[in-house]
């Protein structure tokens, strides 16, 4: 039964396509992409770079994570400009992935994007090592639309630049905007909004709120990956 579970919750067919058509035969052959339950590619005329190494089957899963939270809803792969990956990266089911042509979203080593997040690139997002996003957030480098201030009747830019650092914990249904830069080791609360640049505020800091504004500092997420979980709990015991 564990094995059926498997086979069925892997898109073979999205797995072979994307591999193929996106990569070169040298790296397409090794299938690093992995796509799990629905997914649509709704363009995929932009390009993708794998710069590792140690490229491996499943290196990159898209679809599966966070499927057994909640209702499986279709992954959207829309992707007109340039996607660049630099390690392991995870995706989650439900989530929108768009890159318009001429901006560039890059992802550094072990970065987690949660279930039913959005992802939405004009300009320029970068992800630096070790993130992770929960659950329905959103990164927007883009308003979407100009402003203009009645005042000065000056017009507002529309686009923007993201940069995340490594060593990120986004909590669940958080919202980063363009001009949102954050230095290593930084903790957002659950429900913020991140639209300035926090590099300036001391090591292992926590924001929360709308907009997002210091609440905490000596703060440290330990990621799974690079703990022993089990002997963290057999301590606090």
Sequence with gaps: MKTLKKIFSHNYWAIFYFNFKMLPFSQAIKLPFDFYYSVRFENLTGKIKINSSEIRRGMIKIGGRGSEMFTRSETIIDLKGEININGVLEIGHGVLLRVE??????????????????????N??????????????????????????VTSNNIDPKVGVIKIGSKNWFGNRITVMKGTITPDNFIVASNSLCNKDFSKLPAFSVVGGIPAKLIGTGKERLFENLVDVSSLEKNKN
């Design 124 to 149: 320029n997002i970068s992800f630096g090592d070790e993130i992770d996003f929960s659950w329905e957030c959103q990164i927007f480098d883009t308003n979407f639309h100009f402003v203009r201030d």
């Design 101 to 122: 042509k001429n901006s560039l979203v890059s992802f550094g080593k072990y970065v987690r994007i949660g279930a039913l997040s959005k992802i939405f690139s004009e």
